[in-house]
């Protein structure tokens, strides 16, 4: 890959964001009478570490816990996914929780968040000892959910920036867009531009670029609801983004779109040295759960951009990485890299 990520192999990559329960009762009434709901381990970052881990790339997670045996459970299973959790802190009194029907996307009305007051919304600066979690770290993700809980957290997630930049750690960003989350009186424009100013790769798709970036949608371009149109318009937020924020060297955007009949499409891009790689379209008409898919092209996007792969082939992974996560229960993915690599040559979910 380019220079800018030469020599960046080596490091650990240090997730930043808040662990929670996924608890999905199914539409109808049966979880009660049958005393069951399923539970997953969830949270962005949470996803894009155990992908990372997956595929075999050293990684830490950085999260708040509280100090009891669900949360003693939590951590045995993130290591035991390959995961270091030496960052993580242990404070306050309760993990998050999210309910979501099986298929349903976080981001409509679906989702119900009961989180207010987890330990991780209540951090504040000066509780997590940057210095001892970022040591053997050389990238450092977050998403857009953190900001969204609060100011407090927020101002974590500019002390923690601080000090991931001054140490020279790549900086990756999702924008994850969750309109449920922003209740405290500051719009997502108002908060996430100076977070991004820090961040060497910028994540999500057009219409986050806008709402929580500023970024001009052209409705000239979406109003035409083609896959040519939405690659100029891609290629034009790509510009507009490096022009806004001059650290970002990289720039991905995805596209997830329903189409007649009932099928799913999906590609993503990538923007890069003045660049547009654009991924092959993946379609299907079974969708299994679409909770996790963006976190996987996220993490698909720091393992080729860590291992310097042709950005070409970068694109492609990260994109057959989400596509396939489309297919798969739960919040983790379980593919590994050769099931990756089935998905590009099949062009199609072929498990």
Known sequence: MAEEFKNNETGAVLCFGEVMLRLSPPADTSWLSQHQVQVNLAGAECNVAAALAKWGMRVKYCTALPGN???ASVLRFLEDKGIDVSAVKLCGSRI???YIEHGTDLKHGGVIYDRKYSSFGELQQGMIDWGAALKGVNW???SAINPALNENVTAVCDEALQAAKQQGSIISVDLNYRAKLWQYGKKPVEVMPA???YCDVIMGNLWSANTLLGIELDEAFIGVNTKESYLQ?????????QQKFPACKTVALTFRLDEPGGNLLYYGVLYHNGNLYVSNSFTSPRIVDKVGSGDCFMAGL???LKNHWP???VTEYASAAAFGKLHERGDLTNHSINDIHKIIKHNAYCF
């Open 302 to 304: 720091i393992y080729g």
């Open 96 to 98: 998050g929780l999210y």
């Open 195 to 197: 977070l991004a100013g």
């Open 69 to 71: 045996n669900i949360s």
């Open 140 to 142: 450092f993700h977050f």
């Open 311 to 313: 950005p070409a082939h």
């Open 233 to 241: 318009h891609a290629e034009k937020t790509a510009k507009a983004i």
